[in-house]
């Protein structure tokens, strides 16, 4: 844990830091003939179902590189208010005054995760009032509207969804649901990107879909994010 000192001094020392990877990155892009980048953190799992966005944003914009990383789990609106990444890949609803949000790129169904020997581990399907009846998890400090848009507080019947641990990654989420101490309602594209042996995934149906949109500062819009926007746009939903 850093003293009040250290924490000073990691404050003063991040601008010259990311000023340097600014640098040393902007010298890599000319040594490529590129002349902007853009960075498009993302908070699902399914950068392959997306490919037809970046490879025609890419055919249109040669000029410019595109780069998609994962979002952080935790806080990962302050890492776009920071200038982390450019543009934000997550679901809706995103309700804050000084981001923008743009187009919808998919809607999942959703699937929720239990254990191999969990006891709705050989159901066909799931309803929604059922969640209420196991504990869950969610990663800290997160605005109380967009975690409900992810999961709700409460059933429509009004049972509360109990959340009885924070985690601050993905890694950390899948490991309570394999040992049987949480399950987790995940969009459906996780079952071809991130199935595992002792994990099983049943149809929640009547949670209904998720849909994910990009969000954006809106005092860091430029060219490019209008330009990956517009493509979206024209594609249109997947």
């Known amino acids: ?25 902007r010298a890599r892009m000319t040594a490529r003939g ?25 055919s249109r914009h040669p000029q ?14 302050a890492r776009l208010r920071e200038g982390d990444m450019d543009v934000f890949l997550t679901w809706l609803p995103v309700d804050e005054p000084d981001l923008t949000v743009g187009p919808v790129l998919f809607r999942d169904p959703r699937v929720l995760a239990v254990a191999a ?15 209420a009846d196991f504990a869950h998890a969610m990663p800290p400090d997160m605005p109380d509207y967009w975690e409900d848009g992810y999961l709700s507080f409460h059933t429509a019947r ?12 993905a890694d950390e989420l899948i490991h309570l649901v394999g040992t049987g101490e949480i399950v987790h309602p995940f969009p459906s594209h ?45 594609i249109g939903v997947l």
Not at 64 to 77: C, G, K
Not at 117 to 131: T, Y
Not at 196 to 213: C, E, K, L, N, W
């Open 1 to 25: 844990r850093l003293t009040p000192l250290g924490r000073q001094l990691r404050a003063d020392l991040r601008p010259v830091y990311a000023n340097l990877r600014d640098s040393l990155e």
């Open 34 to 58: 590129k002349t902007a980048r853009l960075r498009v953190g993302m908070m699902p799992f399914n950068v392959p179902d997306m490919y037809p966005y970046w490879e025609t944003f890419r």
């Open 64 to 77: 410019w590189e595109l780069q998609l990383r994962r979002a952080p789990y935790v806080d990962p609106f």
């Open 117 to 131: 020997d969990h006891e709705l581990a050989e159901r066909l399907a799931v309803p929604f009032e059922a969640l």
């Open 158 to 169: 009004g049972k509360p969804i109990e959340r009885i641990e924070q985690v601050t990654n």
């Open 190 to 234: 996780v079952t071809r990107y991130w199935s595992q042996s002792h994990i099983r995934f049943i149809p929640v149906p009547d949670m209904g879909t998720i849909p994910y949109a990009l969000v954006w500062r809106k005092d860091a819009e430029n060219d490019l994010i209008r330009a990956l926007a517009q493509t979206v746009r024209d």
